[in-house]
């Protein structure tokens, strides 16, 4: 496969990532030849986790604002491994169209019961705010925001983490 575009994905690309994380990579390839109109796999080997996609497929997850492939395509060095497709990820931005999912999406994390989804709904947040803003958003965190997301997920109840993530998706100047 011709790839296209490599980068750290998961947890050690927005900073979460503890001692027991395991690595995940987001690998965009060329066109695949194939049955199927989409192309996409996901695998585990020895605690590597993998998504390769095929770049039609990508674009159409990007424009339709599925999180995982959105921060791929805002995904800066250090943590990209390989990019033959720099200067068109640097001109992509998103209107609006992307906010409903990630609400729902932030919804559904914030009530997901686990801390990590709840920490999930923070981050998501974050980079929804800049979305609005701008049109992009950088998938790594700072260190000040992984320290506020840590401790606002494991301090509040479901409902208050959730008007903090939607305080935070639409913070100020935002409607």
């Not at 390769?52 to 492939?69: E, K, R």
């Not at 301090?155 to 100020?172: F, H, I, K, S, V």
Request: proline share 3%; aromatic share 12%; hydrophobic share 40%.
């Amino acid at each position: 496969m011709d790839i296209l575009f490599k980068t750290v994905h998961g947890s050690r690309l927005y900073g979460l990532n503890h001692e027991d994380s395991d690595y995940d990579y987001y690998t965009v390839v060329g066109k695949v030849k194939t049955a199927k109109a989409k192309y996409s796999t996901h695998k585990i080997v020895d605690e590597v986790d993998s998504v390769v996609v095929d770049f039609g497929t990508w674009i159409n997850l990007c424009t339709s604002g599925v999180p995982q492939a959105l921060e791929a395509m805002f995904a800066q060095p250090p943590h990209v491994v390989y990019d033959d497709i720099s200067s068109f990820r640097e001109g992509w931005t998103l209107g609006t169209q992307v906010f409903d999912k990630y609400l729902r999406t932030v919804k559904s994390f914030a009530y997901g019961g686990t801390e990590k989804k709840r920490r999930h709904a923070l981050r998501l947040a974050i980079n929804l705010n800049d979305l609005a803003r701008t049109g992009r958003f950088n998938p790594t965190l700072s260190p000040v925001d992984v320290e506020w997301i840590k401790t606002m997920a494991s301090a509040l109840d479901e409902d208050d983490l959730y008007r903090l993530a939607l305080d935070t998706a639409w913070g100020p100047g935002l409607t």
